[in-house]
C-alpha cells in the first residue's frame, strides 16, 4: 500500500447571501391625522442567516410573522430600520450599491399570478420588459429569446399574444417564472408560489422549478407556510416567529427532530395523508404577543407549556445546539425534564 496515494476532494460552499442582525420596525400613525405615536411594530427583529450558492432556503412561520418583509429588504424595496444584507460580501445598502446590477441578478416570484401581470398586456409584452429596461435583447432577437423561454416553462408559441386572463392559473405562473428568468438571474425569491394553485397543478409548477434550478444553477429563497412543500423543496429552513428566527437547520434535522416549542406545534400541525395513521396534535393556547413595542424576553412565552421563569425575564439568543442547527430557546426539546442549566447559560 505504500504507493497508493489517496486524495480529497474538499466542497467549499460559497455564501451568495448573508442577513446580519436585519432589523425593521415600521413606525405606529396616532390619531386622524397619521402622527407617529412612538411605538413601532417589530415586523422584523434581528434576524441572521447565509445562503449559499445553488441551495434552496425556507422561511416559514405564521402570517404577519416576517417572512415577506425579509423578501422585500433583499430586495430593497424597504431599507432596514438596523443591520443589513450581504451579496456576495458587500453591503446592498451601501450609497453608492449598483441596485439596477443586484435586482436583474435577484428576481422575485409572486404569491397571486393574476394580481402580479398587468392585464392590458400580452405575454410578448410582460416577458419582453425585463429585456427592455435591463437592454438584453430586442427586434427579432428579442422575439427569439422571449419563446425560447417560453419553450423552456412549457408554453407553446400561440400563447405569445394573449392575454393573462385567457390563462389558467398554472400557465400564468409559468409566465412570472418566464419574466423572472428573462435578465438570467441567480436568485429567485418565491413568496408562497403555488399557494394559490390547485394541488394538482402545484405539483407540475414545483417540478418546473426543481428542474429549472438545476438547469440554470439557480438560488432559490422560498418563503411559504405549506410545510410539506417546503420538506420537499427546501435543504435548510429558517422557522419565523413575531419578526425572529426562532430556529434554524437542516430540512430533515429539523422536521424530524424539532427542538423549539413553536417549531415542534408547526410541524405537528402538518396533515398526514393516510387516513389510517393517527397523530396527536396539540392545540397551543394563550395570548398571541402584539408586534407592537414587544417585550424584551422570550416572545413564545406566553403560548408555551415549557416556560419558566427566565423564559418572562430574558429573550434567548440564537445558538447552535447542534451542527448546522441553530435554535433560539433557553429549554430546546433535549433539555426539558433533565434539570439541566437553561440553554446558552453558564451557570
Sequence with gaps: MSGVIFTVKVVVMET????????????????IFGARGGSYIHAVDNVNFTITKGETFGIVGES???????AKLILRLLNPTEGTIWYYGKDIFQRRYPVAKMRRRIQLIFQD???????RMTVYDIIGEPLDIHKLAKGSEKKERILQLMKTVGLANFHLYRYPHEFSGGQR?????????????????????VSALDVSVRAQVLNLLEELQKRFDLTYIFISHDLSVVRHVCDRVGVMYLGQIVELGEVGTLFDNPQH?????????????????????????????????????????????????????????????????????????????TGKVPFGKTS
Excluded: W
Excluded at 64 to 70: A, E, R, S, Y
Excluded at 175 to 191: F, G, K, N, S, T
Design 16 to 31: 451568495i447571501l448573508e442577513a446580519k442582525n436585519l432589523t425593521k420596525k415600521f413606525p405606529v400613525q396616532m390619531g
Design 64 to 70: 404577519g410573522c416576517g417572512k415577506t418583509t425579509v
Design 113 to 119: 399570478p393574476y394580481s402580479s401581470l398587468n392585464p
Design 173 to 193: 405562473q409559468r409566465v412570472v417564472i418566464a419574466r423572472a428568468l428573462a435578465v438570467q438571474p441567480e436568485v429567485l425569491i418565491m413568496d408562497e408560489p
Design 261 to 337: 416549542p413553536y417549531a415542534e406545534a408547526l410541524i405537528a400541525a402538518v396533515p398526514i395523508p393516510d387516513p389510517r395513521t393517527k397523530k396527536t396534535r396539540e392545540i397551543l393556547s394563550g395570548e398571541v404577543p402584539t408586534p407592537i413595542d414587544p417585550p424584551l424576553c422570550c416572545r413564545f412565552a406566553m403560548r408555551c407549556k415549557y416556560a419558566q421563569e427566565i423564559c418572562h425575564q430574558e429573550e434567548p439568543p440564537l445558538l447552535e445546539i447542534k451542527p448546522d442547527h441553530q435554535v433560539a430557546c433557553f429549554f430546546p426539546k433535549e433539555l426539558q425534564g
